[in-house]
């Protein structure tokens, strides 16, 4: 995106979590220590099962004091908390409220929020939020949003002056080429944004996806997935997220795989061809093993297609791509 867009992104549904006992169901759903969480911020928090194995990895956003939402895509986060909530007797209340989330994305993001919504706008700081007012009415404005571009997500809790605000975002924006958008495939990879299955699934661990900071194993606080996970990582884990770049192919392959040495090396989850890295990128929940070997026999790796093979680089995500010698030569167009 070179100016700002507005997604709708209303399927970012939120699960309110209230009462007395809402930061301890949270904690307990997960391994990120929330203790620190004030009432203005936003917290990326990877939800875990006894397993260490992912439910889902939503913003937490704490309302206030006793209040919580976790801002998901997909998958019903609210039946599990519910039902962790009965199980251990916490007192909460757990609802879906109506709140259909808006984003505002790009190079010109802040400018336009700030015509919409004041000066306040530009204090905001990288997941924090704002109560700011629209014809009266105060709606959560957090810094935020699933792209590299920065932005904004308005929370919307009144339908009527939603669609209000909605007509006003494009009005105020006509002079900075405002457009409908959405998430863009090829940003995200190249990004190394993560998306909740397909890249990661309930089959895997945050310390297979590359969450490891958001994980606080060293700390004794009141998480179910704990134990399992400081048991994987004493052990290993038998798989990671990393990024192949293989620089020059001109089209999207068919049916690819990563082979290391001739083997196969793990799955492709995602892959996108890259117009401002003229490669392919693709990122692989990869054996550990063979990541090892990809990165200290460079020429091991290869993308076979067909009866081809193709060789490429292997990195840890984001992709870092100055060290594989691969120049920017002009920005991504959003879809």
Same mark, same amino acid.
């Given at each position: 995106c070179e100016h700002v867009q507005v997604w709708d992104v209303s399927v970012e549904r939120q699960v309110q979590i209230k009462g007395s006992d809402a930061s301890r169901l949270v904690q307990w759903m997960t391994p990120r220590d929330i203790s620190?969480?004030? /009432?203005?911020? !936003?917290? =990326?928090?990877?939800? !875990?099962?006894?397993?260490?194995?992912? *439910?889902?990895?939503?913003?937490?956003?704490?309302?206030?004091?006793?209040?919580w939402w976790?801002? *998901?895509?997909?998958?019903?986060? *609210?039946?599990?908390?519910?039902?962790?909530?009965?199980?251990?007797?916490?007192?909460?209340? *757990?609802?879906?409220?109506?709140?259909?989330p808006v984003a505002?994305?790009?190079?010109?993001?802040?400018?336009?929020?700030?015509?919409?919504?004041?000066?306040?706008?530009?204090a905001i700081r990288f997941f924090r939020y704002k109560r700011l007012a629209f014809k009266g009415h105060h709606f959560i404005v957090a810094r935020s949003g699933w792209s590299k571009q920065g932005g904004f997500e308005? =929370?919307?809790?009144?339908?009527?002056?939603?669609?209000?605000?909605?007509d006003e975002l494009f009005r105020a924006g006509e002079d900075l080429q405002v457009g409908h958008g959405c998430p863009n495939l090829i940003e995200r990879i190249e990004s190394g944004l993560l998306s909740f299955g397909t890249d990661m699934t309930y089959e895997h661990t945050p310390l297979q996806c590359g969450l490891d900071k958001y994980?606080?194993?060293?700390k004794n606080i009141g998480s179910m997935s704990l134990d399992a996970l400081r048991k994987q990582k004493a052990?290993?884990?038998?798989?990671?997220?990393?990024g192949v770049a293989i620089p020059g192919l001109s089209e999207l392959p068919e049916s690819p795989s990563v082979l290391v040495n001739g083997l196969l090396a793990g799955e492709i989850t995602s892959q996108c061809l890259s117009g401002k890295y003229d490669a392919w990128l693709g990122l692989v929940m990869m054996d550990s093993e063979a990541i090892t070997t990809a990165k200290n026999q460079p020429d091991s790796l290869h993308l076979h297609v067909g009866n081809n093979d193709f060789s490429g680089f !292997?990195?840890?995500?984001?992709?870092?791509? /100055?060290?594989?010698?691969?120049?920017?030569?002009?920005?991504?167009?959003?879809?």
């Open positions: 620190p969480a004030q /009432d203005d911020q !936003c917290f =990326y928090m990877p939800l !875990c099962d006894e397993q260490g194995k992912l *439910i889902n990895d939503p913003i937490g956003i704490k309302v206030d004091e006793d209040t976790l801002s *998901i895509a997909d998958s019903d986060v *609210i039946l599990w908390a519910k039902g962790l909530a009965v199980g251990k007797g916490f007192d909460v209340e *757990i609802i879906e409220p109506d709140v259909w505002v994305q790009g190079p010109k993001a802040e400018t336009l929020m700030q015509r919409v919504f004041g000066d306040e706008v530009t308005i =929370y919307v809790d009144d339908a009527a002056i939603g669609q209000e605000l909605w994980c606080h194993l060293d052990e290993g884990v038998p798989s990671r997220l990393v !292997c990195v840890e995500l984001p992709f870092a791509f /100055d060290t594989m010698q691969l120049e920017a030569r002009h920005s991504t167009e959003s879809l």
